[in-house]
């Protein structure tokens, strides 16, 4: 992790934030299923938005977050570094990737539901663009 002057707030990349943001979404019941994991891989190998990002590094940004999580005040902390890392123009699609990994059962439980509530306040998106990210994020994984 990055850290910069003791004065400011450390970041990550943009990169590794919007991992983290997924992560989160699938660590949310201390499990991490490898349907989920698989699905953060495709993610980032198929979005453009990780088009320069090195997919070998998954794994290592993974257990990043995984460790920050373990300390004092993690699930904070990790907001406060996808807040601080991710820039204004990806704070949607931010919100989107931790939604498509919720979405992947089909339901989002509570707890997800909840975190999801986090990061959209983390990332500070407004309201009704949440509802219309959830939205077409439902309809995506809609099945017959």
Known sequence: MAVMHPTTRATVSPHAAMIYAMILVSAVDRRMPDHE????GQI???????HDYN??????????CAVLLQTEDGLDRVLALINSS??????ETTY???????????AVPILE?????????AL?????????LERATSARHARV
């Open 86 to 91: 991710v820039p204004i123009h990806l704070r």
């Open 113 to 121: 539901s909840r975190l999801l509530a986090r990061i959209r306040h």
């Open 37 to 40: 994991l698989r699905r953060i």
């Open 44 to 50: 980032v190998q198929i979005w453009p938005v990780f």
């Open 55 to 64: 997919p070998e590094e998954l794994p290592s940004t993974a257990q990043e």
């Open 124 to 132: 500070e998106i407004d309201h009704l663009v949440a509802a219309a």
């Open 96 to 106: 989107l990737l931790a939604c498509d990994v919720a979405a992947i059962d089909s």
